[in-house]
């Protein structure tokens, strides 16, 4: 079992940043893959960023040199940095992990909202 707790949303103006964070009730060195979803109104819940175990990572092209995913194992917590956010970017965004035997674990979700 792993409870994932997402943190960092809020609104921010069009071009500013967040960083979002994602606490796990485990550690996260005994996880595989760590990612971050968003959903936008009216729209299926889509990758934004993957991580895996050694630190490779996987973005949307729609993010790809704005986003950075990070895991923190010492802390249990994945981060997502936000930056040149665009108002398209507005969304919940979801934590998720996969254990490795392939079961899935997922956050509450935060809110971003970006205002042009």
């Known amino acids: 079992q792993a409870q994932l707790v997402e943190s960092g949303g809020g609104l921010v103006q069009a071009g500013g940043s967040l960083r979002l964070a994602c606490a796990a009730s485990?550690?996260?060195?005994?996880?595989?893959?760590m990612a971050w979803y968003r959903q936008a109104p009216g729209k299926e819940r889509a990758l934004v960023a993957g991580?895996?175990?050694?630190?490779?990572?996987n973005y949307a092209d729609s993010v790809k040199g704005r986003f950075t995913i990070s895991r923190d194992n010492a802390k249990n917590t994945v981060y997502l940095q936000m930056n040149s956010l665009k108002s398209e970017d507005t969304a919940v965004y979801y934590c998720?992990?996969?254990?490795?035997?392939?079961?899935?674990?997922w956050g509450k979700g935060t809110l971003v909202t970006v205002s042009s």
């Open positions: 485990r550690s996260i060195g005994s996880l595989n893959r």
């Open positions: 998720s992990a996969q254990d490795w035997g392939g079961r899935a674990y």
């Open positions: 991580i895996g175990p050694g630190g490779s990572t």
